[in-house]
Every structure is written in structure tokens, then in C-alpha cells.
């Protein structure tokens, strides 16, 4: 018997292997094996089985199994396969992004060794000190104690529990160390939870669906605090009462300790948690007890899509518009939400799209009757929507004389009021680090990454200078201008460290604290901060993306937004999208609970259609003006994308290999325009150059996306890769959300 085997590369070829003998009733397609490849042993597929090989060289044989139980069902072998075709990789690179290489079911976690004294009766023997006073002490316990508790009685509890297990007088057992997996999962009051009639009848939906074994994708398009946690929460429980299981993708970090927090108060150890802040040994331990069926429930990032549960009855994909479910890199550069509805598809699953603001792409799909709709259009119970002051800093300015600002005067005022009320007020800014920028008075030069086209961040902590895209960090901040010599440099713009600074300063009674990507280095900071803001023992917090969203803090009821402005003129088709999207959340932690709240929102560009309908909270508005200049220019949802980008440090040799592909672009099907070549938005990233292609397909013409994806396969098999030279890399990306 032969098995084709397939690696985690760049490359499409496969491989043969001899089954030895002892392994034939265990080998099929989609199991993990050993085996040798040159002088390594490499991890690999099975993708098929034979009984005759055509290979005519030497054929090796399998070495062994990565797993000692079955993880992949047919659904996840079908999903890897659609992985594969639909995002153009290797079926080697897709299993891996399924089923992470340094996992597997042979997972074994460290040990720690417990004693516990043996009733003997009539013991002669004669004891040493150290053996009679640590065997005296286990006697007066009925439990079995960790070896390792005892050396405050002896030096070396192991050699003298050892010698009291060979007499016989005690029993030693090992026993597994479990993660800790409340650490991510803060504590959430328990309140009685009736769903209200709207709350019901979208539960109904799910039930209904899970019931009918049917696949149903669902947009629940529910205003932030309408109660949408609350009916995921109860569909879980029905889904786990008929015997299936549930993933719950969430976009953010952030929110997993309160989401957790809730879901373990309903369902207890029955959850598990998949994020980037695992330990290793978390993690191994986690996958291998989701693959061996002890977890219901699997809350995580969007990698979770993959958790090798049996049986998923309900995917719920949280804040489905964030961008943080596409994968950049590596290759599989999927999509979580359109992996969800295909996993979804094939499980026969209820996939729930949910979001006060939903992607264009779900809500143009509802307006074309592809999802079930659900609109949940008021908060819950007494609570109202935020009162919206809009700020305009350049008449703030004008007024104040004070240029570059951080806080108006209205502001300052609304966090005053608050406070004294004992109330809390979150500050939203999307910048982190000190100062943005370090800049030459005289002649205008910036201090860059020499990596990247990118402007370094001034860190006031360790004062340092650093790249937000590689991490290049400048430990010594320059004296003078590298380009006119000159002395006079100034750190300008705002990040949320000066934020909290200033703020620090003019409230110095109150506790402030910042929840960004510098601050929570660790996941325990995190659930910690989050738990202080929840118990009110943090006045004030500042935060990036990280708190704009799905939190739920009953006594915030002041969102101030520092600049509404960042990222509005990013040249990116979503950019607008994205600004609403976040001002919108961001305002929408205030004022969810008994005490109505207001939202502050300073802005330069207050005329803006994004930020005004942002500052209205128009949801319906901005979406109708946003849908028009897509389809005016033909952009997503109106169109397919993919993009062809060409990394490399030479730029000459790189325009030449560009043109080189756009050259056999010839006469592409009608419905297809191809843009470019041209240098990318962030020209150089880590010493490489970057230009891009972008094939755009009218969906009016090609509904599905097949005939771009039969035209791009076309011209792959012409193998533009040949034109790529091996200093290059060629990077192709189905359904890019970014062009930057
Ligand atoms: P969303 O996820 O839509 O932003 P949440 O599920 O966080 O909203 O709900 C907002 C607040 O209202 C939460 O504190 C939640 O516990 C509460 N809530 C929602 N529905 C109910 C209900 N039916 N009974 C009691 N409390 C509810
Ligand atoms: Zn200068
Ligand atoms: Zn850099």
C-alpha cells in the first residue's frame, strides 16, 4: 500500500511512501504522518491511498502517526480541500492551518506526583527522623498531597516519599497538570436572563435551524447592548441539549475575558478558550481535549474556526466586519467568516453573522436575500442610546488659541461631571506609542523606519523609537536632523500614552489606566484590567481598537473619541467603512445600563459624510451612501478582488518581473479590469519593496466569482510564478480586505 503525502510548502507536488505493514489498518486520507524527506523527518499529509505507485525512484516508507486517534472527520477533510482550492494553497499549507503541526492527540502534560498515607496496622519498622515526621504528617490528612508540598518537613520530599512507598505505608500517584482556564474568563454577575419577545424570535430562528439539521447563514444585525450576547448564549445551551457543539469567533483579545466570563457562568468547564495568549502547554493540552470531545463550547480568534469539534451545531461569528478574520499571512490567507459559512454548509450548522455594524459584504448579501435578516433595533431594557456631542477642533482651536490639543473644553467638562457622579468614562484613540511622529522643524524630515517607508513611534516608557509594522526599535532618540543637521526636533501627534498622561495630570485623583498592545503583553494584564473596570475601580480607561467594541460596563456612561479622524484618509477603498464602524461601537460601551450616557466625539473634519453619519449613529444613512461609491467604482461588494503583490528588495528587477505577469494578462474574460502594476500604499515593509496587481471581476457578470477564479487559474498555469525570481516573493490574495 502507498500513500500520497502532501507538506506543509509552497509547492503543489506530493509525495509517495511505502505503509509499512504495522500501520495499513490505520492509515486513510487526512491523517498526519512522519516521515523522511531528504535527512529530515517532516510532518505531512495523507491525501490519497493506492496500491501501486507510479513514482519509479527509491520509495521510503511512513515512519509514524502524529496523532493516536482520529481528529479529521470528512467535514474538516472537505473544508481543507475547499481551503485549498478556493484560496489557492498547497493542500499541505491548508492542513497545517487546521491542524497546527506542533499539535497533536499524543499531547501528554507535565505530571506532578501525589502522596497519600496508607492505613497499616501494626508497623514495626523502624522509621528515619525525616520518613517518620513527613509519614506523621500525611497520616493526619485523608487526601493525597503534591510530593512537592512537603519540603517545608524535609529537603528532599521525593527520596523520602520514594522509601515510604517502597514499605508500603504510602501510595504515590501522578497526576496531570491542568491549565488554569479561568485565567481568561473574568467573573460576570449572574442576573436572571428572560429573552425578550425580539430577543426570542431570533433565538427561534437558531433553534429551529439546529433542530432541522439545515444550514441557514444569518445576519443579526442587533444596535450595541440590544442583547445579542444573551441569545447567543441561549442558543449554545439548546445546542448543547440536542448533543451538538458550538464555536464562538470573537475579532479581539479584548473581549475574550468578559465574553468567556459569561459563557462559563451558563456552561461551566464545558468551555474552552483559543486565543494568541496561550501558553504552549494550554494550548497542546486544550486541542488534544477538544479533539478527545471534552469541550462543547470553543470561544477564540479566527483560527478557532478550525477547533476539531464533532458535530457543530451553531457558529456565531462576533463583530463579523472586523478585519482581524482575515489572515495576512501565511498562506492560507482565509477569510474566518466565509470559512464559518463553509464549515457552517458542510456541518449543516446555524452560522450566526452578528454586528451593530456589519460588513458590506453581509449586509449587500442580506439585501440579496443570501442570509436570513434579523434586525434587533433597541437596546435592552431601560437602556438608551448615547447622546452624541460632536466636536469641531478647528473652531476649538481658533477659540482656544490653543493649537494640537488633546482635550476640548467640552470634554474635560463631561469627564468632570461624570466622575464626580462616580461613573465611568472610557477614551477612545486608535494610536498607540507617545508621539506618532519625530519631525525636523526646518525642513520637515521624519524619522523613519530604515526597514520599512514607515514613521517611527516614540515610546515614552523606555523611551525609545519604534516600527508599529516590524518592531525596528531605535533605543537612543536622535539629537539632531539626519538630513539638514539641524537641532530642532519635535515629537508631534498623539498616541495613547501622552493621552493618558495629559490625562493623568488634570485628573489626579482618579485612577486611569490604557489597555493597548503595549500594555497587555500578557493575557492575565488584560483580564485583570478588564476586571478592575468592571468591579469600578478604574475611573477612567484608555484604550485603541482593543475597547472599542462588545464590552458591556453598565456604569461607563461617557465615551470620549479623541480623534474620530484617524484612518479616514488611509487611500483604501474601506477606509470610510471602517471609520464609521469603529466610532460607532466605540460609542456604543456608553450608556448601557440604567443611567443613560453620552458620547463625546472630536473631529477636524466634521462635514465629513463618514464622520457625520458616524456622529448621527446612522447606521441605514451611511451604509446607502457607502453601497452607492462601491458600486460607482465598482469595488467589493460589487466586484471580486485578487491581488498580485511582488516583494523584493531590488525595485528595478521588481517592476520588471510585475510587468512580466501583467503581460500575460491578455484579454481577460469580459467583467474583468486589471489595475496597475503600481508601488503598494506601504511602498516598503521589513526591506522589501512592494508593488501590486489587482484583477477585479464584476459580480453583475460573474456571480459566484468563477469566472475570475477560472481566469487567474488560467493564468497560473502558465506558472507566473517563473517570472517571480528567487529573491522575489509572490504573494496572491483571494479576496483581499486591504489594497494598503
Ligand atoms: P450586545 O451583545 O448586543 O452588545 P449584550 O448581550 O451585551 O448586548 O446586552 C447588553 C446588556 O443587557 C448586558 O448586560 C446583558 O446582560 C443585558 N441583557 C440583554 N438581554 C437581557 C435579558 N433578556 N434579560 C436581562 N438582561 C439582558
Ligand atoms: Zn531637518
Ligand atoms: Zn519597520
Known amino acids: 500500500m502507498f500513500a500520497e503525502v502532501s507538506f506543509p510548502i509552497s509547492s503543489y507536488q506530493t509525495f509517495s511512501y511505502k505503509v509499512p505493514e504495522h500501520l495499513t489498518s490505520q492509515i486513510t486520507v487526512g491523517i498526519r504522518v512522519k516521515v523522511p524527506l531528504g535527512n529530515r523527518k517532516v510532518n505531512g499529509i495523507v491525501v490519497g491511498i493506492s496500491n501501486s505507485s507510479s513514482f519509479k525512484g527509491k520509495i521510503r516508507e511512513i515512519h509514524d502517526l502524529i496523532d493516536d486517534q482520529q481528529v479529521l472527520n470528512d467535514n474538516l477533510w472537505s473544508l481543507i480541500k475547499w481551503l485549498s482550492k478556493y484560496y489557492n494553497s498547497p493542500l499541505g499549507l491548508a492542513a497545517k492551518a487546521v491542524l497546527p503541526s506542533n499539535l497533536s492527540t499524543k499531547y501528554k502534560p507535565k505530571v506532578e506526583v501525589l502522596v497519600k498515607a496508607l492505613a497499616v496496622k501494626d508497623f514495626n519498622d523502624s522509621l528515619g527522623r525525616a520518613q517518620k515526621t513527613v509519614y506523621d504528617h500525611l497520616k493526619s490528612f485523608d487526601d493525597s498531597l503534591p510530593v512537592k508540598a512537603l519540603s517545608d518537613f524535609c529537603s528532599n520530599p521525593k527520596d523520602i516519599c520514594n522509601k515510604l512507598a517502597e514499605k508500603g505505608l504510602v501510595s504515590l500517584l501522578d497526576r496531570p497538570i491542568i491549565p488554569d482556564?479561568?485565567?481568561?474568563?473574568?467573573?460576570?454577575?449572574?442576573?436572571?436572563?428572560?429573552?425578550?419577545?425580539?430577543?426570542?424570535?431570533?433565538l427561534d430562528k437558531m433553534?429551529?435551524?439546529?433542530?432541522?439539521?439545515?444550514?441557514?447563514?444569518?445576519l443579526l444585525h442587533g444596535v450595541t447592548g440590544s442583547g445579542k450576547t444573551e441569545i447567543y448564549i441561549e442558543a449554545a445551551r439548546h445546542a448543547i441539549k440536542i448533543n451538538k457543539t458550538v464555536i464562538m469567533l470573537l475579532p479581539e483579545i479584548s473581549l475574550t475575558p468578559q465574553i468567556a466570563g459569561r459563557f462559563r457562568s451558563a456552561f461551566g468547564n464545558d468551555v474552552a478558550l483559543w486565543?494568541?495568549?496561550?501558553?504552549?502547554?494550554?494550548r497542546a493540552w486544550t486541542w488534544k481535549e477538544i479533539c478527545g470531545g471534552k469541550f462543547k463550547v470553543v470561544i477564540g480568534a479566527r483560527s478557532a474556526i478550525f477547533a476539531p469539534l464533532k458535530n457543530v451545531g451553531l457558529i456565531v461569528v462576533d463583530e463579523e466586519q472586523e478585519s482581524s478574520y482575515k489572515q495576512e499571512s501565511p498562506n492560507p490567507r482565509y477569510h474566518a467568516r466565509d470559512v464559518a459559512l463553509m464549515r457552517g454548509k458542510l456541518d449543516n450548522a446555524s452560522v450566526v453573522l452578528a454586528s451593530a455594524t456589519p460588513s458590506m459584504e453581509s449586509y449587500y448579501n442580506y439585501l440579496n436575500g443570501k442570509y436570513e435578516y434579523i434586525h434587533l433595533k433597541e437596546r435592552f431594557g431601560s437602556a438608551k442610546y448615547p447622546k452624541v456631542h460632536v466636536v469641531d477642533m478647528i473652531k476649538e482651536s481658533e477659540e482656544t488659541e490653543l493649537y494640537g490639543n488633546i482635550f476640548s473644553r467640552l470634554l474635560l467638562e463631561?469627564?468632570?461631571d461624570r466622575l464626580s457622579k462616580k461613573e465611568q468614562v472610557i477614551l477612545f484613540h486608535n494610536r498607540r506609542g507617545f508621539a506618532p511622529i519625530l519631525r525636523c522643524e526646518d525642513c520637515g524630515e521624519i524619522t523613519m523606519c530604515p526597514h520599512c517607508n514607515i514613521a517611527l513611534t516614540y515610546h515614552k516608557s523606555g523611551k525609545y523609537l519604534q516600527c508599529h509594522f516590524c518592531n525596528h526599535t531605535k533605543k537612543s532618540i536622535p539629537s539632531k536632523c539626519s538630513s539638514c543637521q539641524s537641532y530642532n526636533l519635535n515629537l508631534s501627534g498623539t498616541g495613547t500614552q501622552k493621552v493618558e498622561d495629559e490625562l493623568s495630570n488634570k485628573f489626579p485623583d482618579s485612577i486611569v489606566k490604557r489597555l493597548d498592545a503595549d500594555s497587555v503583553r500578557s493575557g492575565i494584564n488584560l483580564t485583570k484590567t478588564l476586571q478592575e473596570f468592571y468591579d469600578k475601580k478604574i475611573d477612567i480607561l484608555i484604550g485603541t481598537q482593543m475597547i472599542a467594541k462588545g464590552l458591556d460596563f453598565a456604569n461607563t456612561t461617557l465615551v470620549g473619541i479623541i480623534n474620530g479622524d484617524t484612518g479616514l484618509f488611509l487611500p483604501d477603498f474601506r477606509s470610510g467603512e471602517k471609520v464609521f464602524q469603529l466610532i460607532y461601537q466605540a460609542a456604543g460601551r456608553s450608556g448601557r445600563g440604567e443611567i443613560p450616557g453620552e458620547v463625546v466625539i472630536q473631529t477636524y473634519s466634521p462635514e465629513n459624510p463618514v464622520i457625520k453619519c458616524a456622529t448621527e449613529l446612522n447606521v441605514e444613512k451611511y451604509y446607502n451612501i457607502c453601497l452607492e461609491e462601491r458600486k460607482a467604482l465598482l469595488y467589493p461588494p460589487f466586484s471580486w478582488l485578487v491581488k498580485v503583490e511582488i516583494r523584493g528588495k531590488n525595485i528595478t528587477e521588481l517592476e520588471k518581473s510585475i510587468n512580466n505577469i501583467k503581460n500575460r494578462m491578455i484579454d481577460p474574460p469580459k467583467g474583468i479590469s486589471i489595475l496597475g502594476p503600481a508601488l503598494c500604499y506601504?511602498?516598503?515593509?521589513?526591506?522589501?519593496?512592494?508593488?501590486?496587481?489587482?484583477?477585479?471581476?464584476?459580480?453583475?457578470?460573474d456571480i459566484n466569482g468563477t469566472t475570475l477564479h477560472k481566469y487567474y487559474k488560467s493564468i497560473m498555469s502558465k506558472q507566473f510564478d517563473s517570472e517571480v525570481t528567487s529573491k522575489q516573493r509572490l504573494i496572491i490574495d483571494i479576496n483581499p480586505v486591504s489594497l494598503l
Not at 485565567?183 to 431570533?202: G, R, S
Not at 433553534?207 to 444569518?218: A, L, W
Not at 486565543?275 to 494550554?282: D, M, N, R, T, V
Open 275 to 282: 486565543h494568541s495568549k496561550l501558553s504552549q502547554g494550554a
Open 181 to 202: 482556564l479561568s485565567e481568561f474568563a473574568f467573573n460576570t454577575k449572574n442576573k436572571k436572563i428572560v429573552l425578550t419577545q425580539e430577543q426570542n424570535v431570533a
Open 414 to 416: 463631561k469627564i468632570e
Open 207 to 218: 433553534v429551529s435551524c439546529m433542530d432541522e439539521n439545515k444550514f441557514n447563514p444569518i
Open 682 to 701: 506601504r511602498e516598503k515593509l521589513r526591506d522589501y519593496y512592494r508593488m501590486q496587481l489587482i484583477l477585479k471581476s464584476n459580480k453583475e457578470l
